[in-house]
């Protein structure tokens, strides 16, 4: 059995790290020149930067598993630490919560409990939202936005403002009038209902790139796979309701299966031609998308926060991370999530804002000696209420033919969780057919 994987983010590779092991003949096509989709490196004036920031969490157990089975340790890669959310204001009592070495859920009864920057009646309004969540098994009768859930919750707004919608927009990427409960409810469940562990925080002590897209590449390679990087596939090959192979400016691939791990955009482009495939064709062209910005500061490298994030309220920046620990001391990296007036800034207007915002919480700090924006406009599908009706599977109507990537139907928000788990239950569906044909 041949198999063909396009796209080397981080779906096709977990797809190609489960076939390869299972001694699969594999052959992976890239149309960029390295791996990692758009959780890759990125090199600019000598200098790596990662394409944008994404936080990792101890609930992660497929991104865990693969690490295991390419044989790289989490603390080779992770500094593990206890979830604590520290949020900034200049206009109000700073908010700190740290969920203490508890057995599920009294570390999150505790953590709110000992709240400081919140009042007695916000800490019970918290509590008595999780205890709903516990109660009714994080599930919703109907998917509604986060904050028409909130509201009906009677959260109060201080709340929402510097809790709920900042983790919303962390996690989702959706602004909070528009985005999914149930997904948002979703990712509360794996953080926070299961071990203490799984709501700690996973930073990385090196690039994305050296963290999984590296060593899934040698792992394949030495399980026989082939890689293709700066190839494009221009088309599909279909017979008779079967996949064969795909089509590239070097020819034509045979294949058993092909597993689409490419955007959402590249692979309604690929199937347009079929008619088998128009139906999720559909259900990909009315999804929307919402952007992110990252802006990355240097400053001398003996300037840190003294832990590895922030989240920063009223200001244009949301969340503070220092890459110190990343091997990049006095590097700071702040993330806008979603979209806002900031977008209609050109990048030196957007730099000077943000640090002038940084400069109100750490005065003592010099002017950054360089910077650098990151933009991703299509950065992920907009996660609103109602989404999982456009989120197609991962079996399509031609047999052979998968799609994989974190806007299938994984039940979570645009995650790199969301996409190693779509890619592996791919390549296990291939796995289990009969005769692996």
């Not at 990296?333 to 030196?348: E, R, T």
Request: overall charge neutral.
């Amino acid at each position: 059995m041949h198999a063909v994987i396009i796209g080397a983010g981080w779906a096709g590779l977990a797809a190609a790290i489960e076939l390869s092991r299972a001694d699969i003949q594999i052959t992976l096509i890239e149309a960029a020149k390295r791996a990692g989709g758009r959780a890759r490196c990125v090199e600019t004036q000598g200098l790596a930067f990662d394409n944008g920031q994404h936080l990792m969490l101890g609930a992660y157990s497929e991104l865990l598993r693969l690490l295991r089975v390419i044989g790289v340790p989490e603390e080779q890669v992770f500094h593990r630490r206890p979830l604590r959310l520290e949020m900034r204001t200049s206009r109000q009592d700073d908010i700190c919560i740290e969920f203490p070495a508890l057995p599920a859920p009294w570390h999150v009864v505790a953590g709110f409990v000992w709240a400081r920057g919140l009042s007695a009646s916000e800490r019970y309004r918290a509590l008595a939202l999780c205890t709903q969540l516990f109660f009714s098994g994080f599930k919703l009768a109907k998917d509604i936005s986060v904050a028409t859930w909130l509201h009906d919750a009677k959260q109060p707004e201080r709340l929402i403002k510097a809790l709920w919608e900042p983790l919303c927009l962390a996690a989702l990427n959706t602004p909070l009038d528009q985005a999914s409960a149930q997904i948002f409810i979703h990712v509360l469940h794996e953080a926070f209902a299961g071990t203490r562990r799984d709501a700690d925080m996973l930073f990385p002590r090196m690039d994305l790139n050296a963290v999984f897209p590296q060593p899934s590449l040698e792992f394949i390679r030495a399980h026989g796979g082939t890689l293709r990087f700066g190839e494009r596939v221009s088309s599909l090959q279909i017979s008779d309701g079967r996949i064969t192979g795909v089509i590239t400016r070097q020819g034509v691939i045979h294949a058993d299966h092909v597993i689409m791990a490419t955007s959402p955009s590249e692979a309604l482009r690929l199937m347009q031609p079929y008619p088998l495939l128009n139906d999720i064709g559909q259900q990909l062209a009315k999804l929307r998308y919402e952007p992110i910005c990252t802006i990355y500061l240097q400053y001398p490298a003996g300037i840190g926060l003294g832990c590895e994030m922030l989240g920063l309220l009223d200001g244009t920046g949301q969340w503070l991370l220092d890459l110190g620990n990343a091997g990049h001391p006095g590097r700071m990296a702040v993330v806008i999530s979603g979209p806002g007036p900031h977008m209609a800034l050109d990048n030196a207007e957007l730099c000077a804002d943000i640090t002038a915002q940084i400069g109100t919480h750490f005065p003592h700090w010099p002017e950054p000696t360089h910077s650098l924006v990151i933009r991703e406009k299509r950065a992920t599908f907009s996660c609103h209420a109602d989404i999982a009706a456009l989120r197609p599977g991962t079996r399509t109507a031609v047999t052979g033919c998968w799609l994989v990537g974190d806007y299938t139907n994984t039940g979570l928000p645009a995650t790199l969780e969301g996409a190693l788990r779509s890619g592996g239950r791919a390549a296990r569906e291939i796995l289990g057919t009969a005769g692996g044909a």
